[in-house]
DNA sequence: GCACAATCGAGAATTTTTTCTTTATTAAAA
DNA sequence: TTTTAATAAAGAAAAAATTCTCGATTGTGC
C-alpha cells in the first residue's frame, strides 16, 4: 500500500520543529487540563520563552489554522499534534537488552506514555529471562525471531552494551523492524531504508557541561 | 574567579556541533583500542556517514591541528575532545527522584560513564529512602539541603514525576545547583542563569516516529 | 630530489532555520 | 455600525549551519 488513500496535507517539518512539537504538545494538554478552550501563539511562546512567530510556524505544520484575536483552539490543537506526531496510534515496539537502561524504560510506560508501547523485551541474560518489568515478560533473544513473524512490529528499542548493538541491530532488521531507537552509542551501520534515532545520554551531557564550563568563564 | 587563568582557545561551538563530538569521541576511542594512531577526516567521515568537511569543522573547536596526508593524531584527538566537553572532570551531580528512570541511571553509570558523576540521590517515597542502587544511598529528600552545603555540587538531575518537577527544579536552584538534566516533560521555569537540558523522551520519539510514518508515505 | 596524490583549513556559496515585516482577519469597544 | 487592537499567516530578511571550492602542506613513490 503505497498510497495511504487520504492526502497528505502536512508539509515535512524541518528536525528542530519536530523536535519544540512534543513541548508544544504536552503544554497545550496541561493547560486543556486547566479549562483553556482557546490558546494564541503568544501565550505558548510567553510560557515556552520562545519567539511567537516560531510557534506560529510550527504549529501550521499540523495544518491546524487559527484565528486572529483569539488563537488556537486547544483541543483541535492537541488531536492535530498527536496526529502528526504518531502519538494516538499503537506503534508497537520490541526491546532488546533489558538491563538498566532498558527495564527503567519497560517500567517507564506504565506511568507515562512514551508515545510507544514495548510489548516484548528480550534478553541473553539467563538471570533476567522470564522475570517480568512492569507488564513485559523478557523472553529469550532467540525467541524474538520467532514473534517478529507472527505480530508485524515496525520499531526496535536498542538498549544492549555497546558492544553487540550492531549485531542485534542487524538482527532487528532482518526480523523486518524499519526503525530502531538506538540508546548505546554504537555507530549502526544499516541500510539506508532503516531508520535509525540515536539517543545516547552522552550527547546531553556534552551539551550541558558545554554550557556550563561557558557560562563560568 | 572571573577569569580561568588559562586563555580561551577554543571557540563556541554550535549546537548541532556539539551534538556530534561525542560520537567523534566514542568512534576515537574505539579505533583507538584497534591501535589506530592517526585518523583522518575522511575516513571518520565514512565510519559515520557524514561530510568530511564537517568532521573538519567540527573538529577544529578543540583547537587540535590536523596534517595534511595523514589526519589526526588519535591521542591528543580524544584528550582534547575530552578537555571539550568536560568529560575528564569529575562533575559532581545530584539526582532527584529514585523511580524507573532515575535508578536506572544510577545504576547505568556503574558501568558506563555518563560523562557526571551521580554521588548523591533523593525521594520523597519512604519506600526507597535508605535503600542503595549501584553504589548510591538514596536519603530522605530533605537532606539535598543540608548537603548542598558541604559538598559544592553544580550539577542535578531531574527524574521526578512531572508534577513536582518545578518545585523541585526550585529546591535544587536555592541549593546552588547551576545546570539541571531535565527528564521530565515539565517546562522549568527558573532564572536565566540556569542552564537547563531537557532530555524529554518523546522528543527522541517524536522524531523517530515523524520519520517512519514518512518513509511509508 | 621531484612529481603526485591526499587531506587539512580557510573562505565562499548554498541551504536551512529563525526572526522580522507586512497584510488581512477577527473580536471587542466606542 | 465603526473604530481599534490583537493575532494569524505569508513572505522577506537575517542568521546559522552545511556543503563546496581552492590553495597550502605533507608524505609516498618514482
Redesign the pocket.
Known amino acids: 500500500m503505497s498510497f495511504s488513500g487520504k492526502l497528505r496535507k502536512h508539509k515535512n517539518a524541518?528536525?528542530?520543529?519536530l523536535r519544540?512539537l512534543p513541548v508544544y504538545l504536552y503544554f497545550l494538554e496541561k493547560v486543556r487540563e486547566e479549562g483553556t478552550i482557546n490558546?494564541?501563539?503568544?501565550?505558548?511562546g510567553k510560557n515556552l520563552k520562545?519567539?511567537?512567530?516560531?510557534?506560529?510556524?510550527?504549529?501550521?505544520v499540523t495544518g491546524?489554522?487559527?484565528?486572529?484575536?483569539?488563537?488556537?483552539n486547544t483541543y483541535e490543537l492537541i488531536h492535530a499534534l498527536e496526529e502528526y506526531l504518531g502519538f494516538n496510534r499503537t506503534n508497537e515496539a520490541f526491546l532488546v537488552g533489558a538491563g538498566n537502561l532498558g527495564s527503567a524504560l519497560l517500567a517507564y510506560q506504565d506511568n507515562q506514555s512514551l508515545g510507544i508501547k514495548l510489548i516484548a523485551a528480550f534478553d541473553v541474560d539467563t538471570e533476567i529471562i522470564g522475570t517480568s518489568i512492569g507488564s513485559i515478560h523478557v523472553l529469550e533473544y532467540n525467541k524474538m525471531f520467532h514473534l517478529a513473524n507472527r505480530l508485524n512490529v515496525e520499531i526496535g528499542v536498542l538498549t544492549t552494551p555497546n558492544h553487540v548493538a550492531q549485531k542485534v541491530a542487524e538482527d532487528m532488521v532482518n526480523c523486518g523492524i524499519k526503525a530502531i531507537w538506538n540508546f548505546t552509542s554504537a555507530i549502526l551501520d544499516l541500510p539506508d531504508n532503516i531508520i535509525v534515532q540515536n539517543t545516547s545520554l552522552s550527547t546531553s551531557v556534552a551539551v550541558l557541561l558545554r554550557r556550563l564550563n561557558d557560562s563560568e568563564k
Chains 1, 2 share one sequence.
Open positions: 524541518p528536525e528542530p520543529t519544540r490558546i494564541s501563539a503568544p501565550v505558548i520562545c519567539d511567537p512567530t516560531q510557534v506560529v510556524k510550527d504549529l501550521s491546524i489554522k487559527g484565528k486572529p484575536r483569539v488563537g488556537y
